[in-house]
């Protein structure tokens, strides 16, 4: 059973779209997170949501929003996409009180 | 601020040969600490955690890394390299804090692994 996944892997849209990512995790956790990993492979946190509450919003661009239906889902979605979106999407979830988090597969987007 | 250095963006050796994998942190107060592996169009994998006590943690595939607090430091090493074990990793850092603070992993910037026969 695959821990947290991802969907889609692989996303190939143009400028100007909008697109969302899902993200599922079926560990229990009540944290969830979103990462870019960009070009260089460097990764930051962009969101954190405990228990369905945003807990860490970082320096994105309004065009980033995540959802979080329930504590197993922390979906994304982007408008208007632009060039510099390019990049892989991380999940990870973990447990309030338990320092390691698990990541998925990622989601590698591709805007042309 | 926390941040995280990783020297040497690429690092090569023989199969066989010593892995040493560099971290440093800078932190108010000494964090939690990780390192993740990243293999090909994967996602990251758990190597090993230090959080509290013993200072020499042992991970997965024969990795381990040790805490040393006066050198702000926690290195990466595998006694014999494998073929497998070519892949990206990541050192990282965990906050402490609360609120925002809160479950925010610091990545270093990565090293690459190349593993020669």
Same mark, same amino acid.
């Given at each position: 059973d695959t821990a947290v996944s991802q969907t889609p892997k692989y996303l190939v849209t143009q400028m100007g779209n909008d697109k969302s990512i899902k993200c599922e995790q079926n560990?229990?956790?009540?944290?969830?997170?979103w990462y870019k990993q960009d070009s260089k492979k460097f990764l930051?946190?962009?969101?954190?949501?405990?228990?369905?509450?945003?807990i860490i919003n970082e320096t994105v661009p309004?065009?980033?929003?995540?959802?979080?239906p329930d504590?197993?889902?922390?979906?994304?979605h982007i408008n208007s996409l632009e060039l510099g979106d390019s990049a892989v999407y991380f999940c990870a979830s973990s447990q309030e009180g338990v320092d390691t988090q698990y990541f998925g597969p990622g989601t590698r987007l591709t805007v042309l | 601020a926390q941040s995280v250095t990783q020297l040497g963006s690429h690092v090569s050796v023989s199969e066989g040969a010593l892995?040493?994998?560099?971290?440093?942190? $800078?932190? $108010?107060?000494?964090?939690?600490?990780?390192?993740?592996?990243?293999?090909?169009?994967?996602g990251l994998q758990l190597l090993l955690k230090y959080t509290t006590g013993a200072t020499l943690?042992?991970?997965?595939?024969?990795?381990?890394?040790?805490?040393?607090?006066?050198?702000?430091?926690?290195?990466?090493?595998?006694p $014999?390299?494998?073929? $497998?074990?070519?892949?990206?990793?990541?050192?990282?850092?965990?906050?402490?804090?609360?609120?925002?603070?809160l479950g925010r992993l610091y990545f270093g910037r990565g090293t690459q692994l190349t593993v020669w026969p």
């Open positions: 560990l229990g956790h009540d944290t969830m997170y930051k946190i962009m969101f954190s949501y405990n228990n369905k509450e945003l309004n065009r980033f929003s995540p959802k979080s504590k197993a889902h922390l979906n994304l | 892995v040493l994998l560099r971290c440093n942190y $800078s932190s $108010s107060v000494p964090p939690y600490l990780f390192w993740y592996v990243q293999y090909p169009n994967q943690v042992k991970g997965i595939n024969g990795f381990e890394a040790e805490f040393k607090k006066s050198e702000t430091s926690f290195h990466l090493t595998k $014999s390299a494998h073929m $497998s074990d070519a892949a990206e990793y990541f050192c990282a850092v965990r906050g402490k804090g609360r609120g925002s603070t």
